[in-house]
Structure formats: structure tokens, C-alpha cells
């Protein structure tokens, strides 16, 4: 099956819930973990991990890197999660995630894992001010490096805990928009609400294929 | 007639074939992570290669070998690794061929990193 590959870090602050939205998207929905356990290095699921979503417009296009994570990175763990591929649609894309630690003093490791070429997820939750903030300092961070991916998502997570609301959603919406790209409030718990917003990011990642592919051909003429 | 003989990342639309052709609106494109490579044989009609240019796009790092195609127990001979400038243009490089031991058959272009998730080469050239 055609496939495009992304590399995909999810980046926020300690307690977001970067990992239940990464083991939720790769199990479909199986796995959340309902213990907290802090994520103390970058995590990358084996190969056998893959997630892929499978778009319905057509890109033809396919790939397999000559080594697409060896390298990479310095310790991961293998999980065991399930490959979910869809049926039939002529173009995927599939995922290989790194879930950053959050913590602070962690910062300086996840750094390392963006650059222009991935896809970044920021995740902040909506019952943290400070988590918000944190990402907006990453993104700052990153505009001045010019580091900051050009496909990416802005995820509010613990949308479902209403009563302890402290970041309006409008916030997250301008604070998505200033960066261009689109913003989702949602529960991690809910597999159906994490799986359209990463099918959302594959169609985003999808088109910026299509559109480099047009620039490209463009470059000569 | 030269064929590639070996590439990392396969579009219908934009196929591995486009590196041998002059028109530079026609390109290989990487389909997302590092590093992919391609491989070209030295045409039948250059006896020992002198150079080869590359005219690429949307590349920050990109890694020339001498390589084997019939005997692959032999270990690529690195020619040159370079770092390129953001030029959102197409850019030609130059790579001296010509310490290539005689067993080296192909030459093996990788991109290790790009400015985006994905880049594109438009021609390989070997004189």
C-alpha cells in the first residue's frame, strides 16, 4: 500500500497526558494508562508499533527509509501494541511517535527530537494555566530557531473535566492559530475523538506532500 | 541505458526514473524521514568517472559513495559529505569521482537531512 512515514513528537508539560494520547492512538483505543508513571526518556514504539491511517484521497506514494529510526534515538522501550491499518484508500501515512518527559528539567532531551522535519504535537491540559503556558514557551522557543514544523496540532487534553476548567478554549484556538495549525479539545480516554484527530494530521501532512511536490516541479521553470 | 538501481522511496507520480533525466521539472521525492538514498550506475559509456553532479532541492545534508552494484559484500567507498545552504531553488553540487577504486560500479547518493520532511533530487549526472 502506498504509504507516506512521519515522524511525530508530542511535546508539553509533566501530567498533559502525552502518553495516554500516543498509547490510546497506537493501541486504537485499548491501552490507557490509568496509572501515572512519568515518561523519563524519549519513547518510541518498535516498528511492530506502527500506526498507520489511511486517507482516502489517493498520493500514490510509498516509502520505506534506508534506516528510519536507527540512530535516532539514545534509549526506547518496545511496547506491544497493535498495527491498525485501514482498508483500502490509496495513500497512508504512517507514524512513528516519540513521546517526550515533559518535566522541565527534561526539556533540554525532547529539544533534541524537534526540527523542521517532523510533525509536532503541542499538548497542554485544559485544567493546567501552566501547561498552556509551557507550550506557549516551546513555541517561542522553536519560532526562534526557526525549528517550528510546518505541520503540527495543538491538542487540549482533559476536555471531559469541565468543572475544573482553567484554559478557555478560545485561548488554545488563537494560540493554534497563530502557528496555523488546527487545535482539538478532547479526553484522551475517547479513542474515536484522538483517531480523528490524528486522521486529521495525516490528511494535514498528506496535503504539505502534494504541496511540495508542486514546488518542487515549480523550482525549475 | 542507465537504470537506477536502487532507491528508498517510491511515488508513482514523481518516480526514482526522473534523476536521469535533464528535465530538472522532474524529480525523485523523499516521502518523509531520513536518510533515503538512491544508486546510479555509471553509464556504459564513461569508462572512469571524473565527476558527478547533483541538482537537488530542499536538502540540508547530503552524502556521496562509491558503491558496488554486482558485488554488494563490498563496503561503500565514501567520497563526500556535505552540508547545503536553504536556497529554495534548485542546487547543483559537484562530486569528484575520481579516487573511485575500480570495483566501484554505481554511485550512491544519500540524503541524510532536510530543511522539510521531505526533499527531492532532480538529476544525477556522472561524467
Known sequence: ?221 | MTTVVMATATDENNPVSNVLSADLSSAWTTTGLYPHAVAVPFPDDVAAPAFVRVWCSGVREVAVEGVAVTDTAREPVEVAVRTLDSLREIQMEVFDLSSLPAWATAVRITILDGFGPFAAIHRIAVE
Open chain 1, 1 to 221: 500500500m502506498a504509504s507516506l512515514r512521519c515522524k511525530c513528537v508530542l511535546v508539553g508539560g509533566p501530567r498533559v497526558g502525552k502518553t495516554a494520547l500516543a498509547q490510546v492512538f497506537q493501541s486504537g483505543g485499548g491501552l490507557f494508562p490509568s496509572n501515572y508513571s512519568m515518561t523519563s526518556a524519549v519513547e518510541l514504539p518498535g516498528v511492530d508499533a506502527l500506526r498507520t491511517v489511511v486517507l482516502e484521497d489517493g498520493s500514490g506514494a510509498s516509502s520505506t527509509p534506508a534506516s528510519p529510526v536507527a540512530g535516532q534515538v539514545p534509549e526506547h522501550k518496545v511496547k506491544t501494541p497493535l498495527e491498525k491499518a485501514l482498508e483500502l484508500p490509496s495513500a497512508s501515512v504512517q507514524f512513528f511517535l516519540y513521546d517526550t518527559p515533559g518535566q522541565p528539567y527534561l526539556r533540554e532531551l525532547a529539544r533534541e527530537y524537534v526540527d523542521a522535519t517532523c510533525v509536532l504535537i503541542f499538548v497542554y491540559d485544559v485544567t493546567s494555566i501552566d501547561s498552556f503556558e509551557w507550550i506557549r514557551e516551546w513555541a517561542e522557543l522553536l519560532s526562534a530557531d526557526n525549528a517550528l514544523p510546518a505541520v503540527g496540532m495543538v491538542v487540549a487534553n482533559k476536555a471531559d473535566k469541565s468543572d475544573l476548567r482553567a484554559v478557555d478554549a478560545d485561548l488554545g484556538l488563537h494560540f493554534a492559530k497563530s502557528l496555523r495549525y488546527p487545535f482539538f479539545e478532547l479526553a484522551a480516554p475517547d479513542a474515536s475523538a484522538v483517531d480523528a484527530a490524528f486522521k486529521h494530521l495525516a490528511e494535514a501532512y498528506a496535503s504539505h506532500y502534494q504541496d511540495f511536490v508542486s514546488a518542487t516541479r515549480a523550482l525549475a521553470s
